[in-house]
C-alpha cells in the first residue's frame, strides 16, 4: 500500500484483493523492531545464558567492589543507571542489563563489545538506589575479557602509554604515542612539546618524571596488582595475565 504521505491528490487508495473461497489470505511479513529493548528480551527469555559462577566471584572479590558488593547482589533491576547512563542513551548499551547478567555470572559478558562503549563518568554509581556500581563491575569485566583475548583490541593502542608508565612512573608525552591526536591537536602543541623540558628548565620546574624512588614504589603496585603481566600478555609478551589458574583463562 502506498505511503499515505506520498499519495497525490485525487488518488484512491487501492483495496486489497479479496481472497476467493477456499484461498488462504497470504500473511503480512512481520518484522521485528530491533532496538535495546529486543536485545533485553532475547537477553532474558529467548536464550538462557551460560553461566560461570567464576565472574560473579571474581566481581565480589574485587578490590575496587569494597563498597559495593551489597549493591551488587541487591540491585533491584529499577533501570535508574540505565536512565542516567550517557553511553546508553546512544548506544545498545544497558548499565541495568550488565548489572543482571553480572549477576547471574553470563559467560556473554566475557565477549560483549557494549560495555567498552562505558567512560566511567559515574553517573550510574552515584544514583544507583542500592549502592551498586555498574561503572566498577565494568572495570571488572574488561580486565577478564583482556584476561582472556577477547577484550584486547580495546587496549592495545594505549600498551605503549602502559609501558611508558611503568618505566618512568607515568605516562609518556601524547605525541610519541598516538601520532593520530597530535595532529588534532595542531603544529603549536607540537613545537610546545618539542620544546617541553627546555622550557621546564627555564621556568625552574625540575624534571618531568618522578624520581627513582617514587618509580619504584609504582612499578611495585603494577607488579603486585598483575598490571605488568597483563600489559605483557596486551603486548603478545607473555601468556596470559593470570597464569593457567584461571578459570577464564581455561575456557
Ligand atoms: S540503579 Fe542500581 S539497583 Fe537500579 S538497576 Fe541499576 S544497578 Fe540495579
Ligand atoms: S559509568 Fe559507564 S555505565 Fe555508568 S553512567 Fe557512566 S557511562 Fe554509563
Given at each position: 500500500m502506498p505511503d499515505d504521505m506520498t499519495m497525490k491528490a485525487g488518488e484512491r487508495t487501492p483495496v486489497p484483493a479479496t481472497p476467493q473461497t477456499g484461498e488462504t489470505a497470504p500473511r503480512p511479513a512481520v518484522t521485528t523492531p530491533r532496538g535495546p529493548h529486543t536485545l533485553i528480551a532475547e537477553n532474558s527469555f529467548t536464550s538462557a545464558p551460560r553461566r560461570d559462577p567464576e565472574i560473579v566471584r571474581r566481581i565480589l572479590e574485587d578490590p575496587r567492589m569494597h563498597d559495593h558488593r551489597d549493591g551488587f547482589q541487591s540491585?533491584?533491576?529499577?533501570?535508574i543507571c540505565t536512565s542516567g547512563c550517557p553511553a546508553a542513551r546512544f548506544t545498545e548499551y544497558s548499565p541495568r542489563e550488565t548489572a543482571r547478567r553480572a549477576l547471574e555470572g553470563d559467560e556473554s559478558l566475557l565477549t560483549d563489545d557494549a560495555i567498552w562503549y562505558c567512560f566511567s563518568c559515574y553517573t550510574c554509581q552515584s544514583r544507583c538506589p542500592r549502592g551498586n556500581s555498574v561503572a566498577v563491575i565494568n572495570q571488572i569485566v574488561r580486565s577478564l575479557q583482556v584476561e582472556i583475548g577477547s577484550g584486547r583490541r580495546h587496549v592495545e593502542m594505549f600498551a605503549q602509554w602502559c609501558a611508558a608508565f611503568y618505566d618512568k612512573g607515568m605516562g609518556g608525552n601524547p605525541h610519541l604515542m598516538f601520532p593520530g591526536v597530535s595532529e588534532a591537536w595542531g603544529e603549536q602543541w607540537l613545537e610546545s612539546m618539542d620544546r617541553l623540558l627546555e622550557v621546564r628548565e627555564k621556568l625552574g620546574l625540575g624534571d618531568l618524571y618522578p624520581p627513582r624512588n617514587v618509580v619504584a614504589e609504582v612499578q611495585t603496585i603494577m607488579e603486585e596488582t598483575g598490571f605488568k603481566e597483563r600489559l605483557a600478555a596486551v603486548r603478545g609478551d607473555g601468556p596470559s595475565a593470570h597464569g593457567g589458574d584461571s578459570i577464564l583463562a581455561s575456557r
Open positions: 540491585c533491584i533491576q529499577c533501570g
